[in-house]
């Protein structure tokens, strides 16, 4: 299968020598020069989709290919609303886990608590392009794809403090974000664990259309991590999602680290997204410091799911500043890398596009920066006010069914019955 | 090969997959229905009349379509619903359990096989991490409908790795239910119920009953017919002492009931048919009423359902006791190949008979 549409788009005009995930220059075609343009500028030999020939797999598309043909030239990727509607969502991110690191060091939080400061543009990215029905599965770096699926701040830090008035009614914390209403479908704690689960959403709006005949068209994406890109699940779901044609797009937010393992000292091909193609869907490397590079690419897969073509890997070459969790004291990552990586803080980047090319002004700006730290405030006042679960809290939802008795013939629940005799089904 | 069975010599056998039920039907409290089926066959009604009735019940697992199941269990379902509907998947246990769970948080309702429970070892996070845990940690949004079903335990000659019983691990984890089903109509009704259940089911077969044949009823034929989840029932009535089980072992012990019968000691036999929510009122009812407990299970022993048993009726029912709770369980090793050494590790008809005398006070 030919590997053509896995490109690897330039980076913040780094030479390749500098970054070790590119081959060497002797296997790849030089870079381009780095321009303002957002986007592969490279030519690459593609297959063209022709539906005349059924083939048992279908042929993939360069990505990029697509998104350098359709773009108009010499305009911008976003208008002025999308991109106050990304920078007002990056901020959102950025706040909240600033703000969950203080609560944390002041008691509030409690537990494993894992911070998503410098990833933001990966979650924005793909996130913001969902509808409310489109499904997210992630890792327990989750609290900003839950606030950007629109589960609200209030939600997540009363989640965050253990009240009941959070998302999960505190039962869940920080690891396990769901809400039903948003398709958040989690919040894992083990890595990998989330990827069959999307895959079976997935599987499920593939099943709803074909099998149920409704009109459903909702993709599910898949966070997780590069340490996770080792780990059997991940290829079981490669394979399954590519055999059956799932529209799920996997997410790879390689930031390098596995709490502190070196992807490159645990992985034996480091460069993630080679791992598509060997399964038969597209991989597609992005910046993923660069919220309009990951959006663009994120367009193409979604529409590539929702058409019904099938999975994309996307892998996004982003970076955490902080460390794995609040409890870790990251000793192991190199001062220069981190500098290196917050030079291109996504947030940084977004704005200056902004205001290079005009969206927006600086006033603008600093006015949506005051409503997000005011409303994260807000959110922290709620959560401090909330109460805890009352007591009975404990032995609730264990069961969807009141008593664990199941359902009878008549179907309803056999406990509602007057005449059935209780059992000690003690739930 | 699966589900060739070596013909045994023993009488606690109903090993033989020709073998039907006769003169000890009519000892039997449930209603003597005309009608005999195999579990085999109960299993593959239940699944194919909730397919019909749901369109959101579909099938997934390894060998289940073009194979015809293998143990046969799912044999037709292919033909009559479609590929759709019926899904033959690669070897990825984790892969296609976590699919499972997950088209089950979007709303359908799979039922997943594993060829035996061994293999849900592979796949142990998902049913307690993801499926089990999730209503719970989602505060009710999020609930699982799904069913893990296959043979669990003890076959014939298929050694350690193929032989364990996991009704123990399974049953430890709030948030699961585990059913374990004996008779025909047993596995016809708890799998209607499973099927039909929003909450994750852990439905433990055994490959041994899948040829045995049952007398079934009119009404268990009703394709609305279904059992209730956390119900134990009193297989044959007695007043000296209790024998508590569940699935193959619930045949043992009727023979030893019988036996013990001829010497005067009449023993009530309680088929447990759920381990998670256990049935502790009737365990106790029966227990207080005879005051003497023998409970037998395959699998491990320490840790085992008969220990949990064990332990609820030391604490509710004390004062009721006669004599010290006996625990039959199989052997603390892993299941040897030899013949006569399997039989060794796993209980019989005459340990079971040996204990109760034992609490009858009536042994050596």
Redesign the interface.
């Known amino acids: 299968m030919a590997t053509a549409f896995s490109a690897t788009l330039p980076l913040h005009g780094s030479s390749s020598q500098e970054n070790r995930l590119l081959l060497p220059s002797t296997r790849l075609p030089p870079p381009p020069p780095p321009s303002s343009f957002l986007g592969s500028t490279r030519s690459l030999p593609i297959r063209r989709l022709n539906h005349a020939h059924a083939s048992r797999r279908s042929p993939v598309v360069a990505v990029q290919e697509i998104v350098k043909a359709k773009k108009p030239t010499n305009s911008l990727l976003i208008t002025k609303e999308e991109g106050l509607v990304l920078y007002e969502d990056m901020i959102l991110g950025r706040s909240f886990e600033d703000m969950c690191a203080q609560m944390y060091y002041r008691g509030k939080m409690f537990g494993f608590v894992h911070l998503y400061n410098g990833q933001e543009a990966v979650s924005t990215g793909f996130i913001k392009l969902l509808t409310q029905s489109d499904s997210v599965v992630s890792t327990y770096r989750d609290h900003v794809h839950a606030l950007s699926k629109g589960v609200s701040a209030r939600a997540v830090m009363s989640e965050l403090f253990g009240k009941v008035t959070g998302c999960c009614r505190g039962q869940g914390g920080s690891m396990h974000m769901f809400s039903k209403e948003h398709n958040m479908l989690g919040g894992f704690a083990f890595i990998g664990e989330g990827i069959p689960v999307a895959t079976g959403a997935a599987f499920t709006s593939k099943y709803k259309r074909e099998v149920l005949k409704q009109d459903c068209d909702d993709v599910t994406v898949a966070f997780f991590g590069d340490g996770t890109c080792n780990n059997g699940q991940f290829y079981e779901c490669l394979n399954m999602a590519a055999l059956y044609k799932l529209p799920i797009i996997f997410v790879v937010e390689n930031n390098l680290w596995a709490i502190g393992m070196s992807h490159l000292r645990s992985t034996s091909d480091p460069e993630i997204w080679k791992k598509g193609p060997a399964f038969g869907m597209p991989g597609v490397h992005v910046d993923g410091m660069d919220v309009l590079k990951v959006r663009e690419v994120a367009k193409e897969a979604v529409a590539r799911a929702r058409r019904g073509e099938g999975p994309t890997l996307v892998e996004c070459e982003t970076y955490r500043f902080r460390g794995h969790s609040l409890a870790d004291p990251d000793e192991l990552r190199d001062a220069a890398e981190k500098a290196k990586y917050a030079a291109r803080d996504p947030i940084t980047a977004l704005k200056k596009y902004l205001i290079e090319n005009k969206l927006a002004n600086e006033a603008e700006l600093k006015s949506i920066e005051k409503k997000i730290d005011e409303l994260v405030e807000e959110a922290v006042e709620f959560a401090e006010a909330s109460p805890q679960p009352g007591r009975s809290q404990l032995l609730e939802n264990v069961f969807a069914d009141p008593k664990g008795f199941g359902i009878g013939p008549d179907g309803r629940y056999r406990c509602e019955d007057p005449k059935f005799t209780e059992g000690t089904a003690q739930v | 090969m699966w589900g060739i069975l070596r013909q045994r010599g023993i009488d606690g056998g109903g090993l033989s997959l020709r073998r039907t039920r006769s003169a000890s039907v009519s000892a039997r409290s449930y209603a003597a229905g005309s009608k005999e089926m195999t579990v085999r066959d109960a299993l593959n009604s239940a699944i194919d009349e909730e397919m019909s009735a749901d369109?959101?019940v579909?099938v997934m697992g390894e060998e289940v379509g073009q194979y015809q199941g293998a143990y046969k269990i799912t044999k037709g379902l292919l033909e009559k619903y479609g590929p759709?509907?019926v899904y033959d998947?690669?070897i990825?246990e984790?892969?296609?359990?976590?699919?499972?769970?997950?088209?089950?948080?979007?709303?359908?309702k799979p039922v997943v096989e594993f060829m035996t429970f061994n293999f849900s070892m592979q796949a142990i996070?998902?049913i307690i991490?993801?499926a089990a845990k999730?209503?719970?940690?989602?505060?009710?949004?999020?609930?699982v409908?799904i069913v893990f079903r296959g043979p669990n335990g003890a076959a014939a000659g298929v050694g350690a790795q193929h032989s364990q019983c996991y009704a123990a691990w399974y049953a430890s984890v709030?948030?699961l239910?585990v059913l374990a089903p004996y008779s025909a109509e047993d596995a016809r009704g708890l799998l209607k119920?499973?099927i039909?259940?929003?909450?994750p089911v852990v439905f433990l077969e055994n490959e041994l009953l899948y040829g045995e044949s049952f007398p079934i009823s009119e009404e268990a034929l009703d394709s609305?017919?279904?059992?209730?989840?956390?119900?134990a029932k009193i297989e044959r009535q007695g007043k000296d002492v209790t024998i508590v089980t569940f699935s193959k072992m619930v045949g043992f012990a009727l023979k030893a009931a019988e036996k013990l019968a001829e010497e005067g000691i009449s023993a009530e036999v309680i088929n447990l048919r759920s381990i998670r929510?256990?049935?502790?009122?009737?365990i106790n009812a029966s227990v207080r009423k005879t005051s003497r407990l023998v409970t037998v299970e395959e699998g491990f022993p320490q840790h085992g359902v008969c220990a949990e048993i064990c332990a609820s009726v030391v604490e509710e029912s004390f004062s009721y006791l006669d004599a010290p709770v006996e625990r039959i369980a199989g052997a603390d090793v892993p299941m040897p190949y030899a013949a006569n050494l399997e039989r060794l590790a796993l209980p019989q008809v005459e340990d079971i008979v040996r204990a109760a005398k034992r609490a009858c006070y009536r042994s050596k």
């Open positions: 369109p959101k579909f759709e509907r998947t690669p990825t984790a892969g296609f359990t976590g699919i499972g769970v997950g088209a089950a948080y979007a709303g359908l996070d998902h991490n993801s999730s209503n719970y940690m989602s505060a009710g949004q999020i609930n409908p709030p948030g239910k119920a499973a039909r259940d929003p909450d609305s017919f279904c059992l209730p989840i956390g119900k929510p256990l049935d502790r009122a009737t």
